[in-house]
């Protein structure tokens, strides 16, 4: 037998760790790939019906922002049973919110591994990047103006109460809310990989532990209760 043939104990070692490493990255590869084609099955909210949620509540409390918050907090429980979907009613639970140079304050209306639906904004406005997100963002104005835009475009995107602004997975902008503005924001995709965006403002520049700590206990807190219930 020639010599190049022969391995010895230990080559046939080293290649046996490597293939074991190799097929175990290949199957985490597949199951990714495969979970992120069938994770439409746990959405619960759509898109079309909170953009009518939004405009309702706006129409019926004008210049009540909340009073619009309770228009929606209330129609969303009545319109998912607690047996299946968590919403959190607390409307008092407002958290500071950094991520992307804006900054603004979030009451947490439901979050699970697939979507999150809250409310945020700021009475002074604010300016910021919108993110790399792994996950698709409906931003419904409910008071003030958003302006947006991405980088080849010379005019800005408007968007005022009643409007919905969309972003596609991947795409990122440079988004401002003029003076005063507060939104229902519906995000749907993998949520857990949003957290980075959410949280690196804090820990590298505000510092602010105990909102951080908050922010934490009340995501989990909720992504924790609807699993409980089955909603992934
Ligand atoms: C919730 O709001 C939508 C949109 O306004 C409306 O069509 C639906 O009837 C409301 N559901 C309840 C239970 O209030
Ligand atoms: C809302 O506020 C604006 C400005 O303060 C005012 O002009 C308008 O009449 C108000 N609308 C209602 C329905 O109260």
Excluded at 178 to 185: D, I, K, M, S, V
Aim: net charge negative; aromatic share 10%; charged share 15%.
């Amino acid at each position: 037998m020639p010599a190049a043939q022969q391995s010895t104990p230990q080559a046939q070692a080293l290649l046996a760790k490597w293939a074991l490493r190799s097929f175990i990255l290949l199957l985490l590869i597949a199951t990714g790939a495969w979970l992120d084609r069938i994770k439409d099955r746990w959405y619960v909210f759509d898109p079309a019906e909170l953009n009518a949620l939004a405009q309702a509540a706006i129409a019926s409390s004008p210049n009540n922002t909340a009073g619009m918050i309770q228009h929606i907090v209330a129609n969303l429980t009545s319109t998912f049973p607690s047996t299946h979907v968590r919403i959190n009613v607390d409307s008092s639970e407002w958290l500071l919110n950094n991520a992307g140079g804006a900054m603004g304050a979030m009451y947490i209306i439901h979050a699970s591994i697939t979507e999150y639906l809250l409310i945020f904004g700021t009475p002074l406005g604010t300016e910021g990047h919108s993110g790399l997100h792994p996950a698709e963002d409906y931003f419904n104005i409910l008071v003030g103006e958003e302006w947006a835009f991405a980088p080849g475009q010379l005019e800005m995107e408007r968007y005022t109460p009643g409007m919905v602004h969309y972003l596609p997975r991947g795409t990122v902008k440079q988004y401002k809310m003029h003076e005063g503005c507060f939104a229902l924001e519906y995000a749907r995709g993998w949520i857990p990989l949003m957290a980075p965006f959410g949280l690196t403002d804090g820990l590298t520049s505000t510092l602010d532990f105990p909102t951080l700590y908050k922010t934490a206990k009340i995501t989990l807190r909720e992504m924790g209760k609807n699993l409980f219930v089955g909603k992934i």
